[in-house]
């Protein structure tokens, strides 16, 4: 079981790698050395996530149409090349936006589009797969396993990045990028040998969830319902930061590309420092506690940011993103492990999916919000950093509102009101008396 959980981990960090130069150098490159609008930046890079509502399909589908007898691993190899596609031409359709704004925005969309599509394909896949895999008794060793491997690849591939485009050159990063995508390609693929057992026999196409039946399998849950706003607010805040963290940090402070995407490494070391403590306390102290501390260092981490937004204090930013990161990693092993617990054996595809989405949408508001309240802020005050303070602010309030909502969120209710049938099944039930 061990080293399939490392395996697990290597998908996870091969999508996880691709998203880092996306969502943290690129971005950086954009909004500052390009000057391109942070609103439209926001756009592309929140395109991805407009695909999101089809993981609850993708899962609901790979559940009952294995292909080769494989229910999960196509999918994951479909999502892993799309991935690695979208984050090789990234930096292509940067640099079209100046020199041909619609040509440069087509590309981007492709390139953005593209990624969208292949993390929605492999997240909901590979996280169905390691539930299935691991039980419910090995989901949270499962769960931290990939994590601590997946920050670790964050923090490996920030470093790594942030040598390899210094000094900063359109061809520099173009390279990095690629370095980055084949080496994620590499390691996904050894993740996938042998991982998933092979059934001889597939199961039947019949009992397909329509869109209304998969929504009704949450709509009915009021647990569900709840959860899945508590992670989406949740993870708008957290997730949200991402596009402006790096471009406020060199609009502020003066740093350079390098210095920049070396915060993400900085951030990450922070995650993981703070996923051993949660995987250490998870079986001594009660999981919501966990979540509950992480939500308010991850709250604190955006007040102090804010304040060396006002006091231009380059000390106190970065006690600030050490603070956000550690709240981060809290929460971040402690919600995953609620996350399966609010999954049914029946319809793992199904909610994985429902989670997934929650995710990416999530990221959508998250990075709208982001890109549009800085631009707002900054047009209205004619102070660019009243734009990025604007913006931390808003996010300490939602990560305050998805604490309200943690209280309300009940496992064993989730599981009761589950086993109950959905409103379409009692009305066929009640048809058929």
């Known amino acids: 079981m061990t080293l399939k959980r490392i395996q697990l981990g290597l998908i996870h960090v091969a999508v996880a790698m691709t998203l880092v130069p996306i969502n943290s150098t690129l971005n950086r490159v954009m909004i500052k050395e390009l000057a391109i609008s942070a609103t439209l930046v926001a756009l592309l890079a929140s395109l991805p996530y407009l695909f999101s509502p089809i993981q609850v399909?993708?899962?609901?589908?790979?559940?009952?149409?294995?292909?080769?007898?494989?229910?999960?691993?196509?999918?994951?190899?479909?999502?892993?090349?799309?991935?690695?596609l979208g984050v090789t031409i990234a930096p292509l359709a940067a640099f079209q936006m100046g020199v041909s704004l619609p040509a440069g925005i087509g590309l981007g969309i492709l390139a953005f589009g593209a990624w969208g599509m292949g993390f929605n394909f492999a997240t909901v896949s590979y996280l169905s797969l390691a539930?299935?895999?691991?039980g419910e008794r090995g989901r949270g060793r499962t769960i931290a396993v990939m994590f601590f491997m997946m920050i670790t690849s964050i923090i490996f591939t920030a470093i790594g990045l942030s040598r390899m485009v210094d000094p900063y050159t359109p061809q520099a990063l173009v390279r990095a990028f690629w370095i980055v995508g084949l080496?994620?390609?590499?390691?996904?693929?050894?993740?996938?040998?042998?991982?998933?057992?092979?059934?001889?026999?597939?199961?039947?196409?019949?009992?397909?969830?329509?869109?209304?039946?998969?929504?009704?399998?949450?709509?009915?849950?009021?647990?569900?319902?709840?959860?899945?706003?508590?992670?989406?607010?949740?993870?708008?805040?957290?997730?949200?930061?991402?596009?402006?963290?790096?471009?406020?940090?060199?609009?502020?402070?003066?740093?350079?590309?390098?210095?920049?995407?070396?915060?993400?490494?900085?951030?990450?070391?922070?995650?993981?420092a703070a996923l051993v403590v949660a995987g250490l306390l998870e079986n001594r102290v009660a999981r919501r506690k966990i979540v509950l501390s992480g939500g308010v260092l991850a709250l604190t981490g955006f007040l102090v940011i804010v304040a060396s937004?006002?006091?231009?204090?380059?000390?106190?930013?970065y006690a600030g993103v050490i603070l956000l990161g550690s709240g981060t990693g809290l929460s971040t092993v402690s919600n995953l492990s609620l996350m399966l617990d609010m999954t049914?054996?029946?319809?793992?595809g199904l909610f994985m999916g429902a989670w997934g989405m929650s995710n990416a949408l999530s990221r959508l508001f998250g990075s709208l919000l982001a890109g549009a309240v800085r631009d707002i802020f900054t047009d209205i005050t004619g102070n660019l950093i009243s734009g990025y303070v604007a913006v931390f602010v808003i996010e300490?309030?939602?990560?305050?509102?998805?604490?309200?909502?943690?209280?309300?969120?009940?496992?064993?209710?989730?599981?009761?009101?589950?086993?109950?049938?959905?409103?379409?099944?009692?009305?066929?039930?009640?048809?058929?008396?």
């Open 57 to 84: 399909a993708i899962g609901s589908f790979s559940d009952r149409h294995p292909v080769l007898g494989y229910r999960r691993s196509p999918y994951i190899l479909v999502g892993l090349l799309l991935c690695v």
């Open 344 to 348: 049914t054996a029946e319809k793992v």
């Open 131 to 134: 539930s299935e895999i691991s």
């Open 183 to 272: 080496a994620a390609l590499f390691l996904g693929l050894v993740g996938l040998l042998r991982l998933e057992p092979r059934s001889q026999v597939d199961a039947p196409a019949s009992g397909e969830y329509s869109w209304l039946e998969m929504s009704r399998f949450i709509l009915d849950n009021r647990q569900a319902r709840r959860f899945f706003l508590y992670l989406t607010i949740l993870l708008a805040a957290i997730l949200g930061q991402d596009i402006l963290l790096e471009p406020f940090g060199g609009e502020t402070f003066g740093l350079s590309v390098r210095q920049t995407t070396r915060i993400t490494s900085i951030w990450g070391t922070c995650v993981l």
């Open 309 to 317: 937004g006002l006091t231009r204090n380059q000390s106190v930013f």
């Open 396 to 433: 300490a309030g939602l990560v305050l509102a998805s604490l309200v909502l943690l209280r309300g969120i009940d496992v064993n209710a989730f599981r009761r009101q589950a086993e109950q049938p959905a409103v379409l099944e009692r009305a066929a039930l009640t048809g058929e008396a």
